[in-house]
């Protein structure tokens, strides 16, 4: 099953110096992400994945990101139906974390 994870979770996740970084997977298209994306993200569009995943670490906690939280939840079980076991889907989405933590972001 996968870890839902809300938006403000991962922002005190992200600025814990006591926990490693999780790697942000970005799932949605590139022109999705240049409306509005986080810092230090993996961009790897959800149609890309099938054939990309083994590009992905399997040793690194994976928090799957989208606009609403549904591809990156996708994303997530077929990451999963592949062994991934580290993964987390950020609840809500993008637009989660621009209502909760970054009111400034714009909104895709």
């Known amino acids: ?5 809300p938006a403000t979770a991962l922002n005190a996740w992200l600025h814990d110096s006591t926990r490693v970084a999780p790697l942000l997977l970005d799932v949605r298209d590139p022109w999705e992400q240049a409306l ?8 790897l569009p959800m149609q890309e994945i ?12 994976i928090v799957v990101v989208c606009h609403h939280g549904m591809r990156s939840l996708q ?8 062994g991934f076991e580290r993964l987390y889907n950020l609840s ?6 621009a209502d909760e933590v970054d009111p400034s972001m714009a909104q895709d």
Do not use: F, H, N
């Not at 994303?75 to 592949?82: G, P, R, T």
């Not at 809500?92 to 974390?97: C, F, Q, S």
């Open 1 to 5: 099953m996968i870890k839902q994870l």
């Open 50 to 61: 099938p054939a990309r995943w083994s590009e992905l670490p399997r040793d690194r906690d």
């Open 36 to 43: 509005c994306s986080l810092t230090d993200v993996q961009s």
């Open 75 to 82: 994303a997530a079980q077929y990451l999963e139906s592949v």
């Open 92 to 97: 809500g989405g993008i637009a989660a974390w």
